[in-house]
C-alpha cells in the first residue's frame, strides 16, 4: 500500500524549550527527510529555565537519538541520578530514600517487601533499603556503570545546554530555527485542502513575517499560545490534590562533590529541591501561595542553600492540572503547554519524551485522523493521571502536624484510583503495576512505606521459609549489594573521568 494522501509535511514548533528542541531533534531524526520542520523561538522571552532532574526512560530517548552517553554528560554538566531522598516527608526528621532500582528479589506470587515483611517481625531483617543497590550507593557517594542494569539510574542536567545540544542535533537533521516572537496565531478561514475551517494556519511573528504549516506543536511552555489561548483547550485544576502553586529557583556554586542523588526536603509551606550538577547545584522551593508570599520565597530559599548564588532567585507561577485534550485539530502540544502535575518527580521531561515518540507512531500522514488524535489524548491522560496519583501519595500519606497545608492533604478526599492502590498496599502489602504505567511495584512500595504506610499482613509464600532460611535469604542479598557498592568508584571521580575526552568540545559548544 503506499501512501497517496494529500501533502502533509509542514511541521512548525512553537517554542524551543526542552520540549521544543527534543520533540525537533526526535522528529528530525526520524523523518527530517519527508517534512519541513522549522522551530520558532524567542531569546527575549526565554524559557522556564528549570527541570534539571530526569528519570532512568530518558535512556530510551537518548538511544533513539543515538546519543553517546559522556558527550551527552560533558555538554550538559550532567551528574547521576540514581533516586530521590525525600527528607521530613513523613514526618519532620524522618527520611526515605525512592531509588529507580529494584529492592531485593521478588517471587513470581509475591513482591520481596512481603519477605522483608515477615524478617522485621521475627528481628531478622535490617533496614529496607540495606537490600537496595541504587540507595546504598547513593548514601556512600558511589557510582559505575554496571552489567545487567546493576544499577539503574537517571541524570541530573542543565536545561539550557541541554537544550542547546538538541539544537545542534536538530539543525543537522535539517529543523530550521527562527528567531523571532509570535504576535499572532493565524487560522484557516475555510476547508483549504487537508486543513479545515478553524485549524492553524500559520504563526505571524512581530516583524510581520508568516510562518505557515500543516501540523503546529504547541511547546510554548505555560503560555500555551496555540492549544489554550487559540483553540480554547480548557484547563482541568489538580489544586486540591495538589496545593503547591508557586517555585522560586535559584542556582549556587558548589561547596561539595556532586552527590548521585536529587534532595527533597519538606517545608511546612511545600518542599524545597537540590540537583547537583558537574558545576553548580540548582534549589528551589515548591510551595502553596496560602501558606508562603511570593514576597518572601526568595529570602526563605536563599536562607536554605548552601554555596554562593551564581542567579537571582526567579519566581514560576503554576496551577497543576492537564489541558482537557493535549491534540486538537491540527494542533499537539508538547511539555508545560500541555499540563504540569508539579516538579515532585522528576517526570515532566519524560512526559514530552513520550509525547513526542507517541506523535512519531501516530504521525499524522496526509492529514489529521480523529482516531489518532482520540489515541493520543487517551493515552497521554492516563500517563498524568497515573503521575498525579503517585505524586499525591507523597502529600496525602504523612504525619506532619506543623501546618494547615500537610493537614489538609493528609484529610483531603483523594481521586478513587489512589485510594484503592493504598488500601490494597495497607491491607496486604499488594502493588501491581498496569503495564503501561511508569513507576513500578518498586516504586510504589518504597514511597507507601517511606511515607509511613505498614501493610497488616503479607503474602503466605513467605511463611514457607523458616527462620533460618529467611535470614540467609535475606543476608544474601545484604551480601550482595554491600559487594556490589565496594565496587563503585566514587560519583565525582568517575563523571570527571566519563567526561574528559569531550570537556573541551563541551566548553567550546558553551562558549559559543
Ligand atoms: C519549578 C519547576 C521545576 C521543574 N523541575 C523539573 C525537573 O526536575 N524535571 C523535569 O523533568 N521537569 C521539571 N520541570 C518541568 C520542566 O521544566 C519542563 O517540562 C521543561 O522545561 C519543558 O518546558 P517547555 O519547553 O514546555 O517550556 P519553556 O521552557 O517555558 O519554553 C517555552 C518556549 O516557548 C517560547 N515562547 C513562548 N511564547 C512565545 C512567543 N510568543 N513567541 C515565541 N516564542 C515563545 C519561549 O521562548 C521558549 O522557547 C519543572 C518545572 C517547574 C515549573
Not at 524551543?16 to 531524526?29: E, Q, R, V
Not at 543515538?66 to 525525600?86: P, W
Not at 503546529?216 to 489544586?239: A, H, M, Q
Request: aromatic fraction near 10%; proline fraction near 4%.
Amino acid at each position: 500500500m503506499t501512501n497517496t494522501l494529500q501533502p502533509f509535511n509542514r511541521v512548525v514548533i512553537a517554542g524551543g524549550g526542552t520540549a521544543g528542541w527534543m520533540m525537533a531533534a526526535l522528529m528530525s531524526k526520524l523523518l527530517g527527510k519527508q517534512l519541513t520542520i522549522k522551530l520558532v523561538e524567542s531569546e527575549e522571552i526565554g524559557t522556564v529555565g528549570v527541570g534539571e532532574a530526569t528519570i532512568p526512560a530518558l535512556h530510551t530517548f537518548h538511544n533513539l537519538l543515538g546519543i553517546n552517553e559522556a558527550e551527552f554528560m560533558a555538554a550538559t554538566n550532567a551528574t547521576f541520578k540514581l533516586g530521590i531522598n525525600f527528607e521530613g516527608w513523613k514526618a519532620i526528621g524522618e527520611d526515605y530514600f525512592h531509588s529507580f532500582g529494584s529492592t531485593g528479589n521478588d517471587h513470581w506470587s509475591a513482591g520481596f517487601q512481603h519477605f522483608w515483611l515477615k524478617g522485621r517481625a521475627a528481628g531478622l531483617a535490617r533496614t529496607y533499603t540495606d537490600y537496595n543497590p541504587e540507595t546504598v550507593a547513593a548514601f556512600a557517594n558511589r557510582f559505575a556503570h554496571l552489567p545487567n542494569q546493576a544499577l539503574n539510574y537517571a541524570y541530573h542536567l542543565d536545561a539550557s545546554r541541554y537544550a542547546r545540544f538538541l539544537r545542534a542535533m536538530s539543525e543537522a537533521c535539517g529543523v530550521q530555527r527562527i528567531e523571532g516572537k509570535i504576535a499572532r496565531v493565524l487560522q484557516h478561514a475555510a476547508d483549504h485542502g487537508a486543513a479545515r475551517a478553524g485549524d492553524i494556519a500559520a504563526l505571524q511573528l512581530a516583524d510581520g513575517s508568516r510562518i505557515e504549516g500543516d501540523l503546529f506543536i504547541d511547546c510554548t511552555g505555560f503560555r500555551s499560545l496555540l492549544l489554550g489561548e487559540t483553540l480554547g483547550v480548557g484547563y482541568e485544576d489538580w489544586s486540591h490534590w495538589l496545593p503547591c502553586d508557586r517555585a522560586v529557583a535559584v542556582q549556587t556554586t558548589s561547596v561539595r562533590d556532586a552527590w548521585p542523588y536529587t534532595r527533597s526536603i519538606a517545608h511546612p509551606f511545600g518542599w524545597q529541591w537540590r540537583i547537583p550538577l558537574q558545576h553548580r547545584v540548582g534549589n528551589g522551593l515548591v510551595y502553596s501561595s496560602k501558606e508562603l508570599s511570593d514576597a518572601d520565597a526568595p529570602d526563605m530559599l536563599s536562607r536554605n542553600v548552601e554555596g554562593e548564588l551564581i542567579t537571582q532567585p526567579r519566581l514560576i507561577k503554576f496551577l497543576p492540572g492537564q489541558r482537557h485534550k493535549v491534540w486538537e485539530r491540527n494542533c499537539v502540544a508538547v511539555g508545560l503547554a500541555g499540563g504540569f502535575v508539579e516538579p515532585l518527580e522528576s517526570t515532566s521531561i519524560h512526559l514530552i519524551q513520550r509525547h513526542a515518540i507517541r506523535l512519531m507512531q501516530l504521525f499524522p500522514a496526509g492529514g489529521v485522523q480523529q482516531a489518532d488524535v482520540d489515541e493520543f489524548n487517551l493515552q497521554s491522560q492516563r500517563d498524568l493521571e497515573h503521575i498525579r496519583d503517585f505524586i499525591v501519595l507523597h502529600y496525602h500519606v504523612n504525619a506532619r502536624t506543623d501546618s494547615a497545608l500537610w493537614r489538609h492533604v493528609r484529610e483531603m478526599a483523594l481521586p478513587p484510583s489512589l485510594r484503592h492502590r493504598i488500601e490494597l498496599f495497607r491491607e496486604t502489602a499488594r502493588v501491581f503495576r498496569p503495564s503501561d504505567e511508569l513507576f513500578a511495584e518498586n516504586s510504589w512500595v518504597q514511597v507507601m512505606m517511606g511515607q509511613g504506610i505498614t501493610p497488616e499482613r503479607y503474602h503466605p509464600v513467605a511463611d514457607l521459609m523458616g527462620p533460618d532460611e529467611l535470614q540467609r535469604f535475606l543476608d544474601d542479598i545484604r551480601v550482595r549489594v554491600q559487594r556490589i557498592v565496594g565496587g563503585l568508584s566514587t560519583h565525582q571521580a568517575y563523571v570527571e573521568h566519563l567526561c574528559a575526552p569531550f570537556r573541551g568540545a563541551a566548553e567550546a559548544r558553551a562558549g559559543g
